[in-house]
Structures are given as structure tokens and as C-alpha cells.
């Protein structure tokens, strides 16, 4: 993997990672797959890390797939052409794994695949300007990357039919008045406010922002006992533990929980 691919840096408890391919609009490939993957892993395991933003250089979120890239993998054979997706869906598998939030920096646009990766992200903040397309049909293609779980369950089912069928660049604006969006921003400043966002979440206590995603996703396939009963295992356990003695101390103290005890 080339080592510029995937820029990393710390912000105090927040990991910024950018998807660093500016010449292609970063369009994807398997080293960013590899790279942001292996990123989000080593985040999970870090308990100095609180939070994770995830944006593209040069104020452009992704374009989606390489188009050379895909033209060039027709001439494999179908297991390998199952290969290159695999290796996108792992890395979709490790950000929702991961106990991390991801908050998603989209300013210019999330195409393809970058729509998917977006929405794969537990919050999203656009710019105004800003679009996203899940665009495949243009090419002759069909939706990959989760675009189909994340945005069709989170948008009315004729919005995402308008998405698979035509392609269309659908404004931020539009999708944060339907609630994909969490936080639309004025151009060009959406990075710099999912930085300040996920300093105040990276600040929460740890083990109870990992249970409540771990909820949200179960909540998906769960029926109603099943996340009744994993919300209950969650709870109960979680007032016997130190994020509870802490948030309830200090509570009743009347003071704010210092959650770095806790970590």
C-alpha cells in the first residue's frame, strides 16, 4: 500500500483519516480498502481513541469506484471480480465492527461506492453543496458496498429507487431533510465541524458509545424480544460497571463525570 493512500493523524482522542487520491476525486481502490480497514482495527483496540472522521482530500468526499479499475477486472473471471468486492464489504464489516463512532466529513460529493461508504458512517455531516449518487446504474452496474442496507433503511423506499434507478447526484440538503444527513454545514466547512463534533463525542464514556452501537445495529435484524433482551443484558450490566459508578456519582453530586477515570 502506498504509504500516502490513507493519511492518519490524532487530534487529541479523535482519529482523522483521509481518503488521499485527489487526482482520481478519491475514487477507490483495494490499498485504501486495506488501509482504512487496518486503521479502523487498530482504533478499536486503542483506548485513547474516542472517535473516528473519515474524509477525502482536497474538500471531495469519494467519487466511488475507479472506472479504468473496473473496466479493466472484465476480463477476470467471475471469483475474482467476487474478490475485489469482498475486499470493499470487509472494510465496510470493520467500520461497523468497530466500537468507535465514525462520523463521515462529506464536503463535494459521495459517489458510487462513496455513497455507500458514507452511509456506512454512524453520522454524517455535508456541506449544503454537497451530493450523493449512488450512480452504478450509469455504467451498467448494480449497488455494492451496503448502499442498498444503510441508505434504503434509513430513506423512504421511492427516494432510494430514485437512487438505484437513475443515478441522479441527490443534494446533502435534500437527504438531510429526510434524516440521513445529521449536519449540513455552509460549503467547505464540513470537515472542520465533524472534527469539532467528534471531539465532544469522543469525550462520552467508551463502553457505553460501543454497547449503543453494537444496539443500533442488532436493532436491524432483532425482533422486538430479541432487542428487548439485548438491551436488558446491556443495562444491567452496565450498572454494575465504572462508566455507571462515575455518571451516577457525579450526578448525584452535582458535578460533570470526569470519564477518563473510567477508561
Request: proline share 4%; aromatic share 4%; glycine share 10%.
Amino acid at each position: 500500500m502506498a504509504d500516502d493512500r490513507v493519511l492518519i493523524e490524532r487530534h487529541g482522542r479523535v482519529l482523522k483519516v483521509v481518503n488521499n487520491d485527489p487526482k482520481t476525486r478519491n475514487s477507490l481502490s483495494a490499498d485504501f480498502y486495506d488501509g482504512f480497514r487496518e486503521a479502523m482495527e487498530q482504533a478499536s483496540g486503542d483506548a485513547d481513541v474516542g472517535a473516528v472522521v473519515l474524509t477525502g482530500a482536497e474538500r471531495f468526499f469519494c467519487s466511488g469506484g475507479n472506472i479504468n479499475s473496473i473496466k479493466a477486472r472484465r476480463e477476470s473471471d467471475l471469483p475474482t471480480r467476487r474478490k475485489g468486492v469482498d475486499k470493499l464489504h470487509d472494510m465496510i464489516l470493520a467500520m461497523r465492527a468497530s466500537p468507535k463512532p465514525i462520523i463521515a466529513a462529506v464536503d463535494g460529493g459521495a459517489a458510487g461506492a462513496g455513497a455507500s461508504i458514507m452511509a456506512a458512517c454512524d453520522l454524517i455531516v455535508g456541506a449544503r453543496d454537497a451530493y450523493a449518487s449512488v450512480a452504478y446504474i450509469k455504467i451498467g452496474l448494480t449497488p455494492d458496498g451496503g448502499s442498498t442496507a444503510f441508505i434504503g433503511t434509513a430513506v423512504p423506499r421511492q427516494l432510494m429507487s430514485e437512487m438505484v434507478f437513475t443515478g441522479d447526484r441527490i443534494p446533502l440538503e435534500r437527504l438531510y431533510q429526510v434524516g440521513l444527513v445529521n449536519r449540513l454545514t455552509e460549503p467547505d466547512q464540513a470537515l472542520e465541524e465533524a472534527m469539532s463534533w467528534a471531539e465532544q463525542i469522543a469525550g462520552m464514556p467508551s463502553q457505553a458509545l460501543a454497547n449503543g452501537k453494537k444496539l443500533i445495529d442488532a436493532a436491524r435484524l432483532n425482533t422486538l424480544k430479541q432487542q428487548l433482551d439485548a438491551e436488558a443484558d446491556g443495562i444491567a450490566e452496565a450498572i454494575g460497571g465504572r462508566e455507571a459508578e462515575e455518571g451516577l456519582s457525579a450526578f448525584l453530586e452535582k458535578r460533570k463525570p470526569d470519564w477518563s477515570k473510567t477508561r
